[in-house]
């Protein structure tokens, strides 16, 4: 019984084979179209839409307080390792010169 289905299964098998290639014998003949690489104009263009979601998000906290003077990144920028992404301005320029107006007949007393 069992060689009679290994039999009947090798049979189908061939005959599923002769039956495509019967079929595909008066189709129409497969083209590939090929072209020599080269540099040219955007021709077609692909389109999306949806949500960008990051992979990963990271919390950024600082420890320090004082206005930025210089900003390195930007909202959603990609860093480096050691990379500066923000300078502090050390006083406000309107305090500075106060300071050293205050200061000056001090030190015009002292010389």
């Given at each position: 019984m069992?060689?009679?289905?290994?039999?009947l299964?090798?049979?189908?098998?061939?005959?599923a084979g002769a039956g495509a290639y019967?079929?595909?014998?008066?189709?129409?003949e497969i083209t590939?179209?090929?072209?020599?690489?080269?540099?040219?104009?955007?021709?077609?263009t692909?389109?999306?839409t949806g949500t960008l979601q990051a992979v990963t998000t990271v919390q950024v906290g600082s420890q320090v307080s004082g206005n930025?003077?210089?900003?390195?990144?930007?909202?959603?920028?990609i860093v480096r390792k050691d990379q500066v992404i923000a300078r502090l301005r050390r006083k406000r320029d309107s305090e500075t010169i106060v300071s050293l107006f205050l200061r000056r007949p001090v030190a015009e007393q002292r010389l």
């Open positions: 069992k060689r009679a289905i290994i039999a299964l090798i049979i189908a098998a061939i005959g019967y079929l595909r014998r008066n189709g129409a590939v179209n090929t072209s020599p690489i080269g540099r040219g104009d955007i021709i077609d692909v389109g999306a930025i003077s210089w900003l390195g990144a930007d909202f959603n920028s």
